[in-house]
């Protein structure tokens, strides 16, 4: 009877193979870490974008409540309920600023009433918002900051306005506003370095005359 013996792999065989599973296994790590630094950018991107909104809704639900409510003076002579334009607030852009309704003090708690005097400014590339805990202003009390937006290239406000020449009506935006009414709508142009430029129109519900 005939007893065929068995043939192990050579030498060169066996580096052979190592260095095709070597290959393959680079391959698949490179491959791996891009999916997972792809991932990771697309988490980063998708958190960002969740801050922005949540930065365009407390801007919506300030502007949205604004009242025709002016922030007095030590004299009490001031009428102005809204003002904005180039460098209000010590802006390094544009600036605006008003009186909110809404603001939530639960069986009037706190000493301070539902009112809020607010503004948004832009200062070293930083969107922020000051606001104070008095309407009016109150001699030694400083108004506080949040930083709501960072990496911001420009703020520009604009301000819907309708006025009558000849018996017709002409609407247009106005880069600069201070008046006794709310004017009809406010734009805010957003520029950041992550999602570029960005405009949003919000109608003011007690705007002026038609």
Same mark, same amino acid.
């Not at 301000?159 to 009414?181: M, P, V």
């Given at each position: 009877? !005939?007893?065929?013996?068995?043939?192990?792999?050579?030498?060169?065989? @066996?580096?052979?193979? @190592?260095?095709? $599973?070597?290959? /393959?296994? !680079?391959?698949?790590?490179?491959?791996?870490?891009?999916?997972?630094?792809?991932?990771?950018?697309?988490?980063?991107?998708?958190?960002?974008?969740?801050?922005? =909104?949540?930065?365009?809704?407390? /801007?919506?639900?300030?502007?949205?409540?604004?009242? +025709?409510?002016?922030?007095?003076?030590?004299?009490?002579?001031?009428?102005?309920?809204?003002?904005?334009?180039?460098? $209000?607030?010590?802006?390094? +852009?544009?600036? /605006?600023?008003?009186?909110?309704?809404?603001?939530?003090?639960?069986?009037?708690?706190?000493?301070?009433?539902?009112?809020?005097?607010?503004?948004?400014?832009?200062?070293?590339?930083?969107?922020?918002?000051?606001?104070?805990?008095?309407?009016?202003?109150?001699?030694?009390?400083?108004?506080?900051?949040?930083?709501? !937006?960072?990496?911001?290239?420009?703020? =520009?406000?604009?301000? $819907?306005?309708?006025? %009558?020449?000849? +018996?017709?009506?002409?609407?247009?935006?106005?880069?600069?506003?201070?008046?006794?009414?709310?004017? %009809?709508?406010?734009? !805010?142009? @957003?520029?950041?370095?992550? $999602?570029?430029? /960005?405009?949003?129109?919000?109608?003011? +519900?007690?705007?002026?005359?038609?």
């Amino acid at each position: 009877m !005939l007893v065929r013996r068995s043939r192990g792999f050579t030498l060169l065989e @066996i580096m052979v193979a @190592i260095a095709i $599973f070597t290959i /393959i296994g !680079l391959a698949s790590n490179s491959v791996l870490n891009r999916v997972l630094d792809s991932d990771e950018a697309s988490q980063e991107k998708f958190a960002a974008l969740q801050r922005l =909104q949540r930065i365009m809704l407390t /801007i919506e639900r300030d502007l949205l409540q604004a009242t +025709a409510r002016p922030v007095r003076s030590s004299t009490g002579d001031n009428k102005i309920v809204l003002k904005g334009g180039e460098n $209000f607030l010590e802006s390094e +852009a544009d600036g /605006i600023g008003f009186v909110r309704l809404g603001w939530q003090n639960p069986q009037l708690m706190l000493p301070r009433s539902t009112l809020q005097a607010v503004g948004y400014r832009l200062q070293e590339g930083r969107l922020e918002k000051v606001y104070s805990n008095y309407v009016d202003n109150v001699v030694g009390a400083e108004p506080r900051v949040k930083v709501l !937006l960072e990496d911001v290239e420009d703020f =520009q406000v604009e301000f $819907f306005l309708r006025q %009558k020449q000849d +018996a017709e009506d002409t609407s247009n935006w106005g880069d600069n506003y201070s008046g006794e009414e709310l004017p %009809k709508a406010v734009a !805010l142009i @957003i520029e950041t370095k992550s $999602f570029g430029r /960005i405009r949003r129109e919000f109608a003011l +519900a007690a705007g002026g005359p038609a």
